[in-house]
């Protein structure tokens, strides 16, 4: 495959790079907004305008990032200034030193953001602790969404999102709906409990096909010891018919102050 090099730029109003996704660069505007556009200008421009009409058709939400808008440059977006879960476990090494009260506090506001598009026929398809974003308080808010909306009138507008091999339930690739959320959702869980992703030895890219492999067996990881780790199974194995249910299993984790008690 030729390789080409793609010269980093700065849209007017942008005064830094804070990220970058794989077709997009996230730039700072100002204390409160960020600016999505194209690693390269125009380039891709179809997906920024899905991700806008799937934000639209979501609207507003505590545990969604606030969209502002598409103009000429690109997607203006809620800037969420403590970065993303994945992130904030890696800055501190390890998820052993994020308390298990956060630990399952993100894991049930994930939860919500995705009980909470799926009531608007949004299937993300791309949940992971990348796109769980951190605002000033420490609250998590679900981003990038370039999965699939139904509409009211039958139509459906496809994205371009597709999970990584670790979040990636075995099915044929043109096909995505709630259940593959759900198990997506629980890889994003038991990183946030262990601190990293399921079989830390394979690499996800040159291991796909292991990876899949054990997937399609049900050989998942051990989760003896992971904190919410029978809600982790649940998501994996298919067992919640929907998100709400995982929620109220994190809530009633919470309430029973396991989160207190577990090192």
Known sequence: ??????????PKGVDKVIGFGSSSIIGRLDDWT????????????????????????????????????????????????????????????????????????????AS?????????????????????????????????????YADSNGGT???????????FLPRSANHSDQKFDLFALGTAIYEIMSG?????????????????RRYIKGQFPVLDDVLAGQIIYKCWSLAYNTVDTCVEDLIALEVSGHAETVS
Not at 77 to 100: Q, W
């Open 157 to 167: 507008l496809y994205g371009f999102a597709l999970e990584n091999s670790k979040s």
């Open 34 to 109: 960020v600016l999505k556009y194209p690693r390269i200008p125009g380039e891709q421009w179809d997906r920024f305008e899905i991700e806008e009409h799937i934000y639209n058709a979501l609207g507003s939400h505590p545990r969604i990032i606030t969209c502002f808008g598409l103009d000429a440059r690109g997607l203006k977006l809620e800037f969420a200034t403590m970065g993303t879960v994945k992130d904030r476990l890696r800055h501190y090494g390890s998820a052993s030193s994020v308390s298990c009260k956060d630990r399952l506090k993100w894991s049930r506001q």
């Open 196 to 212: 990293y992703e399921p079989f830390p030895d394979l690499d996800g890219i040159d291991n796909e096909e292991e990876i899949e």
């Open 112 to 148: 919500e953001a995705l009980a909470y598009i799926h009531t608007k026929n949004v299937v993300h398809c791309d949940v992971n602790t990348r796109n769980l974003l951190l605002d000033k308080n420490l609250d998590v808010k679900l981003s990038d969404f370039q999965g699939i």
């Open 1 to 10: 495959m030729e390789s080409r090099i793609v010269p980093l730029y700065l």
